[in-house]
């Protein structure tokens, strides 16, 4: 398997070109596109250039960053300057950002090759990719079945193995649910850790960019890259960012690994589920940890408490799509409130519609308190579940998801669709980093392992994971089908 | 399944949100499911609680009254669907 | 009802009138965002993804808007907040770059607080508030209501805006625009904005209604709005006291609603829609955190602040003995206090001082057409210029001539007397000579001034003047004159 810190090491040693290295990429993707059609814009002119800038800098002496020259995917909700940005929506199928989000900037300071934006649900709101107004992605180990969501895209081609690295985002579990679908390393990490400046704002409280990575030191790599205060974005911190990849162990003795009580309760009628779940937490325990049960008793109020406040948030957020500025506008000779209503009826998809009749509702007038302050009380309940289990434990190791990925259409109800967030939410709403990582098979279908970290101790949850993963390597013990059309395409090449 | 109080009609002119009679009546059976974990919300007892207003307990975060590069007009214009000189064009307001 | 009855009704019912004022802010940069903070740039030039509201854009607040408000609530008493937070204010319009307005809903900057009118009324503040403000719509054609299409400059999106909101404690038009005067003036003189009305950098609401005398209860409000002078805002709360008391004494109820002022038609009118009432669902920005304002930066801030102008007033009246009328005018600008107090510390003179500033000095700046601030005068000279006066070095008429000079071109008062041969003699032996020559000379006036014609005696103090080219002290000549003819 291709890491980023393996390519960024033979760039440096200047073993291979980033250039090649691109073009590989570009190669791969191109098999794989097809049939999973992660990307909604690809940009292999751009990646080009960018690639031969970072091998002339390798020439000059130059270290290009903790990225060089890795293949990166950018989610289609980061703004990237001159490249078409949608967001996975037709009400902004034509934009052209005039500026970079942070992320884009810091990714390119770090040497990384952007190669093209991926699909994505519409203004991030699903967990399988189904909601993208242009076309669904596909799961790699089985193109009948959704990558997951709203990050689908980015984990897909991550999991094809097409590019060791896509940036995502995750506000209720978009980046750990498809990560965990696609059987690659997804991270959520604290609340402010990254700038969410130039990031196009689903849930604002809640959202947070993050790394979908082969492996889990391209994971701390990735993240350390992306993290740092910026004066641009009011609710980023300023904490330094340590070098996560000295974090990094390979055993876990003297950590204690919380395992929530509720969690385990509810997917207890799912034996192969709660088969594997079981199996990770004894490999931790063979590791040195030591198991002890937690409790977050309001963690089943999430899904209510979510789904009050994120579509509030979104319901003002999106506001903005008028028509007016830019994005489509549907003008048919009526007054300007018409082109509203018109323009975002025609703009919007029916899961982004029902979140803003949702959120509006929940901030109306005599209804203000009932629901949106309840459900923010609710979220003050949450983060103290959390503050409790931590004071006795140092991680909480628990499930991503309930099921391996389902088949495209299988749950066209929305509230089954949003039932998918039950395991990430709470820390969402916590605002605390979590990750899921490869934990082995079902029906030959993967599944993750979620881990869970006190607020920026991204250095700690990374660490356990590596060790996890190390001892495990779940990833490495099966292909997936595309990448089997990539060796084919590349003996041919040869020959 | 959970009465739904939402005046779908209503709430949807506040949002500027044209909707179709099928998408109201879908909206307003999907709308039911979810309502029914929402309503689990009004029995806790939160008298004692505050509102989470920030995850992130940060305070006076301000930057200095100093002018920064802003765009050209041709880059503000840029993805105006419709504009007329220097200025963003839209159809007539009527009160 | 008869005209005795109706006008006994209308002694009983008195106005109960509240102001909200928009105040833009003069920072360098905008709210939320580096932009330039310009009147009358060209459209669309200072705009950024922040202020077009691109997607992905986010807030960051500006310190010195915060200041400038929190100088303002500490300058009118106001109790400035511990804890204060930004909500999102929605609603849809084209010149709304988010559709939501950055504002403050119920944890404002400060609250409570006072403008004291010079009539030495109180009217309280309920509370002063930060928020953005909108683009600019412009329309083709005369009104909204004709043209097809709107044009929109985003160029004042996001410029820092401070909205005073008083209670109801008004009382008259007249109040209206005292309180207006007052509030424009502290303004300007702690320098937080232009307070200019016809720029927009000063915006007015009037909230208006009628009651009967002595109740407590407040009867149901008009807003009205559109008001561009100070002068528009007393004739329209003049207007909508008489249509609300001629409403009532038709029997007809009055609506609660937002009118606009027509200044052609000198009458206000509904602008009630037909559609539904702003619902604008306040809920905190949660892309911006609290402010809690330490105690040493607000002890600083207050510090910074200037003697204001209803402080100075009682100075200058009861230290210096002005008269209320002349510290009013010279206190209206604090360019103008300031020049006074050092003409006044520098003269020993201070009534002579405001004397000169009030008249002559502003004549000049008027035919000059120049603010103070941009004439060249300076303090020592206008000083310099009292104390010949007061010499008698030079006459009071020539004096006059000098100070035009000074304000003009801000030179020397004795070097202009010099160049143009100004400097009037009180030497008494020369003009003693003078007062010789001329009786000496008119007897016949002499003669007629003994038989009391008085003038006579004026004809030889023209003489007397004549003799001396003008440059006898005139005063001095018609005392030596009396002194010889009785």
């Keep these: 398997m291709i890491t980023g810190h393996g390519l960024r090491d033979a760039v440096l040693r200047r073993e291979r070109s980033a250039e090649q290295i691109a073009r590989e990429a570009l190669a791969r993707i191109e098999v794989a596109e097809p049939s999973l059609r992660a990307f909604i814009t690809l940009t292999p002119d751009v990646a080009i250039?960018?690639?031969?800038?970072?091998?002339?800098?390798?020439?000059?002496?130059?270290?290009?960053?903790?990225?060089?020259?890795?293949?990166?995917?950018?989610?289609?909700?980061?703004?990237?300057k001159g490249v078409r940005t949608t967001c996975g929506s037709k009400i902004l199928e034509q934009f052209s950002p005039p500026y970079s989000a942070a992320v884009v900037e810091k990714l390119e300071a770090q040497g990384a090759v952007i190669v093209g934006k991926t699909n994505m649900d519409e203004f991030a709101m699903g967990s399988s990719c189904e909601n993208s107004a242009f076309f669904p992605t596909r799961n790699p180990w089985d193109a009948r079945r959704v990558p997951g969501g709203s990050s689908g895209g980015s984990a897909s081609?991550?999991?094809?193995?097409?590019?060791?690295?896509?940036?995502?985002?995750?506000?209720g579990g978009s980046i750990r649910e498809p990560a965990s679908f696609c059987n690659v390393v997804g991270v959520k990490p604290t609340y402010g850790r990254v700038s969410r400046y130039g990031m196009i704002a689903f849930a604002s409280s809640l959202d947070q960019a993050g790394p979908l990575a082969a492996d889990v030191r391209d994971a701390a790599d990735a993240l350390e890259a992306i993290a740092g205060y910026d004066p641009m974005d009011s609710t980023s911190v300023n904490v330094p960012v340590p070098h996560y990849a000295d974090?990094?162990?390979?055993?876990?003795?003297?950590?204690?690994?919380?395992?929530?009580?509720?969690?385990?309760r509810s997917l207890e009628s799912d034996a192969p589920m709660s088969a594997l779940y079981r199996a990770a937490y004894a490999q931790l325990e063979s590791l040195g940890a030591r198991l002890l049960d937690v409790s977050l008793p309001h963690a089943k109020f999430g899904l209510a408490t979510y789904y009050l406040i994120a579509p509030a948030e979104c319901s003002s957020n999106l506001a903005r799509y008028d028509g007016v500025r830019y994005g489509l506008r549907v003008a048919d000779g009526g007054d300007v409130f018409t082109m509203f209503e018109r323009t975002r009826a025609a703009g919007f998809g029916p899961e982004v519609k029902r979140r803003i009749i949702l959120g509006t509702y929940a901030l109306s007038s005599g209804y203000y308190d009932a629901y949106y302050v309840r459900a923010q009380k609710i979220r003050t309940l949450m983060k103290r579940d959390f503050d409790i289990a931590f004071a006795a434990c140092d991680i909480i190791a628990c499930p991503a998801v309930s099921c391996p990925p389902f088949e495209l259409g299988a749950k066209s109800d929305p509230v089954a669709m949003y039932l998918m967030d039950y395991f990430t939410i709470p820390m969402s709403l916590a605002g605390l980093p979590a990750l899921s990582v490869p934990a082995g098979y079902v029906n030959d279908l993967p599944v993750g392992l979620q881990i869970v970290a006190p607020a920026f101790e991204e250095g700690r949850m990374l660490g356990a994971a590596f060790a996890y993963e190390q001892a495990t390597r779940h990833a490495w013990a099966k292909t997936p089908p595309v990448a089997a059309a990539y060796a084919q395409r590349e003996s041919g090449r040869n020959a | 399944m959970a009465e739904v109080p939402i005046d779908i009609g209503h709430v949807s002119k506040l949002a500027r949100l044209a909707l179709t009679p099928d998408e109201t009546a879908s909206f307003a059976q999907q709308f039911a499911k979810l309502f029914d974990f929402i309503k689990e919300l009004q029995a806790l007892d939160v008298s004692e609680v505050h509102p989470t207003a920030q995850v992130i307990p940060l305070h006076n975060v301000l930057r200095?009254?100093?002018?920064?590069?802003?765009?050209?007009?041709?880059?503000?214009?840029?993805?105006?669907?419709?504009?007329?000189?220097?200025?963003?064009?839209?159809?007539?307001?009527?009160? | 009802m008869s005209d005795r009855a109706a006008l006994a009704e209308d002694l009983l019912m008195e106005a109960v009138i509240g102001l909200e004022v928009h105040v833009e802010l003069a920072t360098q940069s905008k709210m939320f965002c580096g932009c330039r903070n310009e009147f009358g740039a060209p459209p669309n030039t200072h705009v950024c993804p922040v202020c077009l509201g691109l997607p992905g854009s986010l807030p960051v607040i500006n310190r010195r808007a915060v200041e400038f408000l929190c100088k303002t609530g500490l300058a009118l008493g106001c109790d400035i907040a511990a804890f204060s937070k930004f909500d999102r204010k929605n609603y849809f319009y084209p010149d709304m770059p988010k559709n939501y307005q950055i504002s403050q809903y119920d944890m404002p900057l400060t609250t409570g607080g006072g403008v004291r009118l010079p009539s030495g009324r109180l009217i309280r503040l309920t509370r002063i508030h930060l928020e953005e403000d909108t683009g600019k719509n412009v329309?083709?054609?005369?009104?909204?209501?004709?043209?097809?299409?709107?044009?929109?400059?985003?160029?004042?999106?996001?410029?820092?805006?401070?909205?005073?909101?008083?209670?109801?404690?008004?009382?008259?038009?007249?109040?209206?625009?005292?309180y207006l005067n007052e509030l424009k003036t502290v303004l300007s003189y702690i320098g937080v904005s232009d307070v200019k009305m016809h720029e927009g950098s000063l915006r007015c609401d009037a909230n208006v209604s009628v009651r009967p005398a002595g109740s407590s209860e407040l009867g149901t409000k008009a807003e009205i709005k559109n008001l561009n002078s100070f002068r528009f805002v007393g004739r329209a709360i003049a207007y909508e006291i008489a249509r609300m008391r001629e409403c009532l004494r038709a029997g007809e109820r009055i609506v609660q609603e937002t009118r606009g002022w027509d200044e052609t038609r000198g009458e206000t009118h509904s602008m009630r829609s037909k559609e539904l009432a702003h619902d604008y669902r306040y809920f905190p920005d949660p892309d911006l955190v609290p402010l809690t304002l330490p105690r040493e930066e607000l002890d600083q801030w207050r510090a910074q602040l200037p003697e204001l102008p209803a402080a100075k007033r009682a100075r200058y009246v009861s230290d210096m003995g002005l008269t209320e009328y002349d510290a009013a005018l010279l206190t209206e600008a604090r360019p103008t206090a300031e020049f006074f107090e050092a003409v006044a510390s520098a003269s020993g003179a201070p009534k002579e001082a405001a004397n000169w500033i009030v008249g002559d000095v502003r004549r000049s700046l008027q035919k000059h057409d120049l603010e103070l601030s941009a004439s060249p005068i300076r303090p020592e000279q206008l000083a310099s210029l009292i104390r010949l006066v007061k010499s008698g070095a030079v006459s009071g008429k020539a004096a006059k001539e000098v100070c035009e000079i000074v304000v003009a071109e801000g030179r020397d008062p004795q070097a202009i007397i010099d160049e143009r041969g100004l400097a009037q003699t009180s030497d008494e032996e020369a003009i003693a000579a003078f007062v010789s020559d001329a009786i000496a000379a008119n007897p016949d006036s002499v003669a007629a001034y003994a038989t009391g014609k008085q003038k006579a005696f004026e004809f030889l103090v023209g003489q007397v003047m004549r003799a001396s080219r003008g440059k006898a002290n005139v005063d001095i000549a018609r005392k030596l004159l009396k002194d010889r003819l009785g």
């Design chain 1, 49 to 80: 250039a960018r690639a031969r800038a970072v091998d002339a800098a390798v020439a000059r002496g130059e270290n290009p960053g903790l990225l060089a020259g890795v293949p990166v995917a950018v989610k289609d909700l980061f703004c990237t």
């Design chain 1, 157 to 171: 081609i991550v999991g094809a193995r097409g590019v060791p690295l896509a940036i995502g985002t995750d506000t």
């Design chain 1, 247 to 264: 974090q990094l162990r390979t055993d876990l003795a003297g950590v204690r690994v919380g395992i929530v009580s509720e969690f385990e």
């Design chain 2, 64 to 95: 200095d009254d100093a002018v920064r590069p802003c765009l050209s007009r041709a880059e503000a214009l840029a993805n105006a669907p419709d504009a007329e000189g220097p200025y963003f064009k839209t159809p007539r307001i009527l009160e």
């Design chain 3, 139 to 178: 329309h083709a054609g005369a009104s909204i209501a004709r043209s097809n299409y709107t044009l929109v400059d985003y160029n004042r999106a996001g410029v820092p805006l401070m909205e005073i909101v008083s209670e109801p404690d008004l009382r008259s038009p007249e109040e209206a625009e005292a």
